[in-house]
């Protein structure tokens, strides 16, 4: 499975961006990560094929994780960003069923990664 990602920029707080995340097959779970510089790459929000959506408590509200299965792409939709969400975004892919969703060695592929930078 390879993973192509899309959607980052440079925004100012309060604005929104939707990251796309396109995938070569179909995998189980797919999920993004985000990492900061000095920090450890955490979990934001997943979803699994049944279209179970997961996110973690710090971007509840904000972040909604979304998948169109005709075309294998999960889409991050950020809205009211801010600079604590500056980071490099990654997404992840799994072709195991279940699994916990923002542990980091469930995922068997990762994307590049896209940036997002808010001032």
């Known amino acids: 499975v390879q993973l192509v990602e899309s959607g980052g920029g440079s925004v100012q707080a309060g604005g929104s961006l939707r990251l796309s995340c396109t995938a070569s097959?179909?995998?189980?779970?797919i999920a993004w990560f985000r990492q900061a510089p000095g920090k450890e790459r955490e979990g934001v929000a997943g979803i699994d094929r049944d279209h179970n959506a997961y996110y973690a408590d710090s971007v509840k509200g904000r972040f909604t994780i979304s998948r169109d299965t005709s075309k294998n792409t999960v889409y991050l939709q950020i809205n009211g960003l801010d600079p604590v969400d500056t980071a490099t975004y990654y997404c992840?892919?799994?072709?195991?069923?279940?699994?916990?969703?923002?542990?980091?060695?469930?995922?068997?592929?990762w994307g590049q990664g896209t940036q997002v930078t808010v001032s």
């Open positions: 992840a892919a799994s072709s195991w069923y279940g699994g916990p969703m923002f542990t980091s060695t469930y995922y068997q592929y």
């Open positions: 097959g179909s995998p189980y779970g």
